[in-house]
């Protein structure tokens, strides 16, 4: 096969994780990409294409030659890596034929390490995107030496002590995934560093410690016989700006009462409310959601619980018998979905308490919202870290070893340095100076800005099979 210049206009393959933390932010590439003239393709479940095909019929992806295929099944529930051997046998199996010469790069979320043969066999610049930070792609791209060197939580010689691998430092295994797919990660590790690029869902002025370690030791992201992977940091990859007006305009997806809730919110103090949501993956264990709540009547703090409850439990035995009668004016304990980046941008909203999942960090942030640092699993750890001890735009929820297992006296003290107005004056002040960093990032001629710019050139310019 004979390699040329790209024939009329660019195209991309896009091939998304399904879950909803992974989908979300890669959508946004797609957005851009499409706002920069790049047409694409994407593979994803029947689902995630019928959504992007209702995006599409809004004009959300103008004139463009787009398409979306269903090869992968239906499994949005199931989080990495369970998902990834169904993933990659339906990739294996695949009734779609993939014609290489259509296009100039694949694009591909972090877990979707098996493309990068096909990617290889075709000729095709295969660019990763990492939905975490710049500290979690430093653990992950050098997760082999980690386990080679013991450094995990299992270890009990080494889980209190700081890793002495490049850029991990500041951490202990304490803050580290708890890796039980040893073999998925180790796939993982090798198919970043074969990686052409690694798309960021980060921005220069919170990753730049990182971004410099791997800049300066390209050692770090090398694998022999190929160039090292391009660095693109071009987040945050959220709607900006947002509008607490939209909240309005959401509430047969919010569900039954929700415009009442936005009358509660509207009704409240600026900067007042504690908006509490752990994430739609994992529940509050049920000592943690008690100690939550003897904590919200300790400090009488207005609050907004987004809580998610396990299969068959209610609010009522979940929580201490009376609590919401207690609290009714207190605030409000809610159970199904809500539109949590709009309810951030609430001028009511004054304190974030969070798992630190990344995208819910990219979204306070953004909102200018300062974080309870509450982890409970996969990177979370690392990038509560990073925003207490290194960023200083959290408060550290003191948990133990287990994460979770902590008494109302711990949640109160958070809850109350973060809410008070002279205790948390400065966590305040460094998240409000970081949601100027952003903005700056992704203005015109911002850090982002021009990444994603030379991300599109690079594309416009590429080889591909013909």
């Not at 539109?339 to 941008?345: F, G, I, V």
């Amino acid at each position: 096969m004979a390699v040329d210049s790209v024939r009329g206009p660019a195209r991309a393959l896009l091939v998304p994780l399904q879950t909803e933390g992974h989908f979300k932010p890669f959508l946004q590439i797609a957005r851009r990409l499409a706002k920069s003239r790049i047409s694409f393709t994407v593979l994803s479940n029947q689902e995630r294409c019928d959504e992007l095909s209702r995006y599409k019929a809004n004009g959300e992806f103008g004139d463009l030659d787009v398409d979306f295929v269903p090869l992968f099944r239906d499994f949005l529930k199931l989080t990495p890596p369970k998902s990834l051997p169904h993933m990659l046998d339906d990739w294996k199996d695949r009734s779609v034929e993939i014609d290489p010469s259509r296009y100039a790069c694949i694009i591909t979320d972090m877990f979707n390490y098996f493309l990068h043969d096909d990617a290889v066999k075709w000729g095709i610049p295969v660019y990763t995107f990492t939905t975490t930070g710049c500290y979690s792609l430093l653990y992950l791209i050098q997760v082999e030496k980690i386990v080679e060197e013991g450094w995990l939580f299992s270890n009990p010689d080494k889980k209190h002590q700081s890793i002495t691998l490049p850029g991990l430092e500041l951490f202990s295994p304490l803050h580290c995934p708890r890796l039980q797919a040893g073999e998925v990660f180790s796939k993982l590790a090798v198919s970043l560093r074969k990686s052409d690029g690694l798309l960021f869902n980060s921005f220069e002025a919170f990753d730049k410690k990182p971004l410099e370690i791997m800049s300066r030791q390209p050692e770090i992201t090398q694998f022999p016989g190929k160039a090292n992977p391009k660095l693109f940091a071009i987040g945050p990859l959220v709607s900006l700006p947002l509008s607490s007006e939209n909240l309005h305009e959401l509430t047969s997806e919010a569900g039954d009462n929700w415009s009442e809730i936005i009358d509660w919110l509207d009704g409240q103090r600026k900067s007042s409310v504690l908006f509490i949501s752990l994430g739609s993956v994992q529940s509050l264990p049920q000592t943690g959601a008690i100690a939550f709540a003897e904590a919200l009547e300790q400090t009488g703090v207005p609050f907004f619980w987004v809580l998610r409850l396990p299969p068959g439990h209610s609010v009522e035995e979940y929580l201490p018998p009376g609590f919401e009668a207690r609290t009714k004016k207190q605030g409000i304990v809610w159970t199904q979905w809500v539109p949590q980046q709009q309810l951030l941008q609430h001028p009511c909203i004054g304190g974030f308490l969070s798992h630190c999942g990344w995208n819910s960090l990219m979204e306070a942030i953004s909102a200018g919202v300062p974080i309870a640092a509450c982890p409970m699993y996969a990177e979370q750890g690392l990038n509560a870290k990073q925003i207490v001890d290194v960023l200083q735009i959290a408060v550290e929820m003191k948990y133990t070893e287990d994460y979770l297992d902590f008494d109302s006296e711990t949640v109160a003290a958070a809850i109350d340095t973060l809410m008070d107005e002279h205790k948390g004056a400065k966590i305040r002040q460094n998240v409000l100076n970081m949601q100027t960093a952003i903005f700056e990032a992704v203005a015109e001629g911002g850090t982002s800005y021009r990444s994603f710019e030379e991300f599109i050139s690079l594309i416009r310019n590429q080889k591909t099979v013909t």
